[in-house]
């Protein structure tokens, strides 16, 4: 499996300072059905490894992951569950922001997404809710990703992690530059999946 395929956490640093961001949307009930993921909407970065000067390693999502889940647990919310298509999403978001060297606010990326577009874009279907938190910093680890979402910020990440209405993440660490930027996308629906019966 190629290695950026398989990051979804976003973070960045502006002179020097952690920075955490969240936002949380309904889908809106009239939208209009997305197009197909294309190159340039969800699946370029996890194939160019261009897109990065390096990329971290697994183990730093599965660490932050294992944090937020047995945070959710002892505050008595079910741990969320992996999500191949909110992966996509939030492997997408990361690399985007490793490579603008900033993760925006609003949680627009450059192609001029916000998170429900960007997270159907890449195939996440039959939600009534969704939230995206991210971090960056230089060097950053989980632990710093995890104190910041749950002690420092005061921006709703906390509440975001330990949202009931949220039961399936993506998350992707993507690093350049020496900084590395966490992104966890959060939703309501664990997409199924589709085995292939064998041949």
């Known amino acids: 499996m190629n290695t950026i395929a398989r990051k979804v956490t976003a973070r960045i640093v502006v002179c020097a300072?952690?920075?955490?961001?969240?936002?949380?949307?309904a889908p809106a009930a009239s939208a209009a059905t997305p197009a197909a993921p294309t190159s340039t909407t969800c699946y370029t970065v996890w194939?160019?490894?261009q897109w990065l000067s390096s990329i971290r390693l697994d183990a730093d999502e599965q660490a932050t992951m294992k944090l937020i889940n047995d945070f959710r647990?002892?505050?008595?919310?079910?741990?969320?569950?992996?999500?191949?298509?909110?992966?996509?999403?939030?492997?997408?978001?990361?690399?985007?922001?490793?490579?603008?060297g900033v993760s925006p606010a609003d949680h627009i990326d450059s192609l001029g997404r916000t998170v429900v577009p960007r997270i159907e874009n890449c195939g996440y279907r039959g939600f009534t809710w969704a939230s995206e938190i991210n971090y960056f910093k230089p060097g950053g680890t989980p632990q710093d990703a995890f104190t910041w979402w749950t002690e420092i910020s005061k921006k709703g990440h906390r509440e975001?992690?330990?949202?009931?209405?949220?039961?399936?993440?993506?998350?992707?660490?993507?690093?350049k530059d020496g900084v590395n930027h966490y992104t966890i996308t959060m939703g309501s629906t664990v997409t199924p999946l589709r085995l292939r019966a064998p041949r």
């Not at 008595?76 to 603008?100: E, F, I, Q, T």
């Not at 992690?161 to 690093?175: C, E, K, M, Q, Y």
């Open 47 to 49: 194939q160019k490894q």
């Open 160 to 175: 975001a992690i330990l949202d009931p209405r949220v039961t399936a993440f993506g998350i992707s660490v993507a690093s």
């Open 73 to 100: 647990v002892r505050h008595g919310v079910p741990a969320l569950r992996a999500d191949s298509k909110l992966a996509m999403a939030a492997g997408w978001m990361s690399n985007d922001n490793a490579l603008r």
């Open 17 to 25: 300072a952690a920075v955490g961001v969240i936002v949380g949307l």
